[in-house]
């Protein structure tokens, strides 16, 4: 009697588990890139509810400016479920440019020519005496206690930013020993990547990722030269659009490999994608409100343990990590959804502060995502 019942039920789970697949499409729907175009697909299509997304959605807008969702773009399994009407409008990502910087550390790293643990002093000599200890990985994740002669030339009391980024100053602290989110630093960061390499950051991103990845043209500004090469800006610059910024995000989200060909290596990405910052202070600047100590990789923030014991966004998935900059430019990775979420735009940053407003966000998102078969 019981063999009977299975063998009465096993048709019936397979129609059902049919159904359900169908359903969502979840099953015929594998991880794709995109050439010139992405592919789209209705959200449901890659299990999420649409009416949920909107609830999300609505929720962003609601905290952000004027430029609202207007180049918001979404990718899941590589097919887009949602964009604004203006996704393919550039402009500066500004500090969202820092995860671009890093990216080209590890092209290097991956071609022998640096890694993250080569000292700066071995590629600008005249860091030898205030800076020997001073390694890539310093800057790379904020704790490289680097300033330099000047104040800001942005009219604020600040010493970041100084009309002279490459004018060496005695250091913020030791490296390693703190935590300081300063530009400057980037910008030393990009010059010495581009001293060792011979080569602009553009260049170096375009040739070892951007032209295998269909990026396009872009550009990436800067204010000064070294020996007739460009130095693109460290930290800031990258004028693209938010098709061109999910890209690079779906790059990161397959781990440096794109459509069967590995461009950066895995163990680059694992690095770049976890806390890298073990400082045990915030260093004493007038931008100690910033604190990356156990959420910030090599320039990626990262949905890690704070030194309060709580995560950086406890109710967004645990793998989550992202690229972030001025005016709510954002990129974030999902790998627990296969997702790329990017917001871009021009209207400064959510008043209650980004990771309380993208935390939120994401508890929503959850609540329209279903697991991928």
């Given at each position: 009697?019981?063999?009977h019942c ?8 397979v129609?059902?588990?049919?159904v ?13 890139f995109?050439?010139k175009?992405?592919q ?13 997304l ?11 400016g ?30 969202s ?7 080209v ?6 071609q ?9 002093k ?13 390694k ?6 904020m ?13 604020e ?12 100053d ?7 020993n703190?935590y ?7 910008m030393m960061f ?9 080569k ?20 990436w500004?800067?204010?000064?030269q ?8 460290g ?6 659009n ?16 794109w459509n069967g060909?590995q ?12 806390n890298?910052v073990?400082?045990k202070?915030?260093a ?10 156990g ?30 900059g001025?005016h ?8 627990e959804?296969n ?6 735009g ?16 994401f ?10 078969h």
């Open positions: 009697m019981k063999k299975v063998q009465k039920m096993a048709p019936l789970l129609s059902v588990i049919w359900m697949a169908c359903t969502t499409g979840t099953d015929t729907l594998p991880m794709v995109p050439d175009e992405w789209q697909r209705k959200p449901e299509e890659l299990g999420i509810d649409p009416v949920k909107q609830d999300a959605l609505a929720y962003l807008a609601s905290e952000s004027e430029d609202g969702l207007e180049e918001v773009f979404i990718v899941r399994n590589g097919y887009v479920i949602y964009q604004g009407d203006s996704v393919h409008k550039k402009h500066n990502i500004y500090s440019s820092k995860s671009f910087t890093s990216t550390l590890g092209l290097l790293s991956d022998g020519i640096v890694s993250e643990e080569t000292y700066a071995e590629i600008d000599t005249a860091l030898t005496e205030w800076y020997p200890d001073l890539l990985k310093h800057f790379s994740s704790t490289s206690g680097y300033s330099a002669q000047g104040d800001s030339r942005w009219n009391p600040s010493k970041d930013w100084s009309w002279t980024p490459f004018a060496i005695w250091p913020s602290f030791s490296p390693g703190q300081a989110y300063w530009d400057e630093a980037q990009g010059r010495l990547l581009t001293v060792k390499s011979g602009t950051l553009k260049s170096i991103f375009m040739d070892g990722i951007g032209n295998h990845i269909g990026f396009g043209d872009f550009e500004w800067g204010d000064s070294f020996e007739g090469i460009f130095l693109n800006n930290c800031t610059g990258v004028t693209i938010a098709e061109q910024l999910a890209r690079f995000g779906h790059f990161y989200l397959n781990r440096g490999q060909r461009l950066l290596s895995e163990e680059w990405i694992e690095k770049a994608t976890k890298q073990f400082a202070e915030v004493d600047t007038d931008r100690n409100t910033v604190d990356g100590r959420c910030y990789g090599y320039n990626w923030w990262v949905n890690g343990k704070m030194p309060n014991g709580t995560f950086h966004m406890p109710d967004a998935p645990q793998s989550l990590f992202y690229a972030s001025l709510n430019n954002m990129c974030f990775v999902i790998p959804w997702m790329v979420f990017v917001r871009k021009e209207d400064g940053n959510p008043k209650k502060g980004k990771p309380y407003v993208y935390n939120e966000f508890k929503r998102m959850a609540l329209a995502v279903s697991e991928l």
